[in-house]
T-cell receptor, first 108, second 112 residues
Framework: GIQVEQSPPDLILQEGANSTLRCNFS?????LQWFHQNPWGQLINLFY???GTKQNGRLSATTVATERYSLLYISSSQTTDSGVYFC??????????FGTGTRLTVIP | KAGVTQTPRYLIKTRGQQVTLSCSPI?????VSWYQQTPGQGLQFLFE???????NKGNFPGRFSGRQFSNSRSEMNVSTLELGDSALYLC???????????FGSGTRLTVV
């Protein structure tokens, strides 16, 4: 199956700092999503972004499909941004494959 | 618009028992997928249903099964529970196989 690698695995930030999370994938995809897993386990959909750039408040994402990577930007981080961020991709009619996640800790 | 609803939220079962988990997708969504999340294995795909038909199946033993009803609600069943089945089980719905996925809050299963 497709390989999905996320970096860094762990990230500790001071509140107010900016960060960039990266997702590399090994094949062409027709679906790419970024999720934030909250402390209760729910996966919150941040972006559906198989290509291009999107922004939602302090968060933005860019996927360069031809180079097989996606970036998630978090600006002016807040303690509520803490949690695990997952990138998930899908090829053809296959299922969604998840990366191993980036654990973000924002300290006040 | 109601989100994806999973029941129950928490469950404790004994080894050897069986369990059934339920997932109600977003209204109008016809595709339902199930995932297992454990600390050691991460998020692993179980199966996906679309219009009552299983479209894809992950690499899990036959003890794991599922089905989808005509109203798109889905259930998954695990028989002969093992300690290693303790996990967070997540359900996701989408309009169809090529759309974005929305996840429910999950069912946390503990096998003792």
């Amino acid at each position: 199956g497709i390989q999905v690698e996320q970096s860094p695995p762990d990230l500790i930030l001071q509140e107010g700092a900016n960060s960039t999370l990266r997702c590399n994938f090994s094949d062409s995809v027709n679906n790419l999503q970024w999720f934030h897993q909250n402390p209760w386990g729910q996966l919150i959909n941040l972006f559906y972004i198989p290509s291009g750039t999107k922004q939602n408040g302090r968060l933005s994402a860019t996927t360069v499909a031809t180079e097989r990577y996606s970036l998630l930007y978090i600006s002016s981080s807040q303690t509520t941004d803490s949690g695990v961020y997952f990138c998930a991709v899908k090829t053809g009619a296959n299922n969604l494959f998840f990366g191993t996640g980036t654990r973000l800790t924002v300290i006040p | 618009k109601a989100g994806v609803t999973q029941t129950p939220r928490y469950l404790i079962k004994t080894r050897g028992q069986q369990v059934t988990l339920s997932c109600s997708p977003i209204s109008g969504h016809r595709s339902v997928s199930w995932y297992q999340q454990t600390p050691g294995q991460g998020l692993q795909f179980l199966f996906e249903y679309f219009s009552e038909t299983q479209r894809n199946k992950g690499n899990f033993p036959g003890r794991f099964s599922g089905r989808q009803f005509s109203n798109s609600r889905s259930e998954m069943n695990v028989s002969t529970l093992e300690l290693g089945d303790s996990a967070l089980y997540l359900c996701a719905s989408s309009l169809g196989p090529s759309g974005g996925y929305t996840f429910g809050s999950g069912t946390r299963l503990t096998v003792v």
